[in-house]
């Protein structure tokens, strides 16, 4: 069993950063592959970005590519995702997540199998 414990959300004026941390215990999660999903009221879970277990390959969500930037650190058994110039449309609970396939950077949250409860960011316009 994982745990997947989300930090770092907030409040951040548009054109803001944040960099929001996922912290992983029970289990070393060098092999997995692990993404980031955001839900924002009324809407549906959306992929945002994932990243292989070996970090060698990532996956960004069109609507955050060229803003976003998903890294691990194996020696913190930790994933980032580092977000630059937020959008009032950022606004979400933002989610970390673990796939058993290490080499797969799906986009579909049924395909991950250990979930964090989500962090709240909300940009202001």
């Known amino acids: 069993q994982l745990q997947l414990v989300e930090s770092g959300g907030g409040l951040v004026q548009a054109g803001g950063s944040l960099r929001l941390s996922c912290a992983v215990s029970?289990?070393?999660?060098?092999?997995?592959?692990m993404g980031w999903f955001r839900q924002a009221p009324g809407k549906q879970r959306e992929f945002v970005a994932a990243?292989?277990?070996?970090?060698?390959?990532?996956s960004y969500a069109d609507s955050v590519k060229g803003r976003f930037t998903i890294s691990r650190d194996p020696r913190k058994n930790t994933v980032f995702l580092q977000m630059n110039d937020l959008k009032a449309e950022d606004t979400a609970v933002y989610y970390c997540?673990?796939?058993?396939?290490?080499?797969?950077?799906?986009?579909?949250?049924?395909?991950?199998?250990?979930w964090g409860q989500g962090t709240q960011v909300t940009v202001s316009s």
């Open positions: 029970g289990r070393p999660f060098s092999g997995y592959t």
């Open positions: 990243v292989t277990s070996s970090g060698g390959w990532t």
């Open positions: 997540a673990a796939n058993w396939n290490g080499n797969s950077v799906s986009t579909y949250p049924t395909d991950y199998n250990y």
